[in-house]
Nanobody, 120 residues
């Protein structure tokens, strides 16, 4: 089983910044991509940012330009820096890892979620 350890959530002032980090461990052959998704109350879970093993990144329009996702491959870790936070960023943030579980199969695994609240 793949386990994802998340850290960095909490209460942040509007205009502030935070960094979310996630480390993957367990049984898998290799990581295809890692990233962060978020879900606000009453909303669908949505992509925030992802980074693949080759370093390619993808950002949601809502965070593009104020976010940076990075991957430390040797440690199976990913971090997401978000600047200029606003109340609309308030959500539960989930780490995602897409991994090869065998030589031919892959699957998605999720962290338990960490709350990010942006409020004065």
């Amino acid at each position: 089983q793949v386990q994802l350890a998340e850290s960095g959530g909490g209460l942040v002032h509007p205009g502030g910044s935070l960094r979310l980090s996630c480390a993957a461990s367990g049984s898998f052959f290799r990581i295809i991509a890692m990233g962060w998704y978020r879900q606000a109350p009453g909303e669908q879970r949505e992509l925030v940012a992802t980074v693949n093993a080759g370093g390619g990144t993808n950002y949601a329009d809502s965070v593009k330009g104020r976010s940076t996702i990075s991957r430390l491959n040797a440690q199976n870790m990913v971090s997401l820096q978000i600047n200029s936070l606003n109340p609309e960023d308030t959500a539960v943030y989930y780490c995602n890892a897409r991994v090869y579980t065998t030589t031919t199969d892959w699957g998605d695994f999720w962290g338990q979620g960490t709350q990010v609240t942006v409020s004065s």
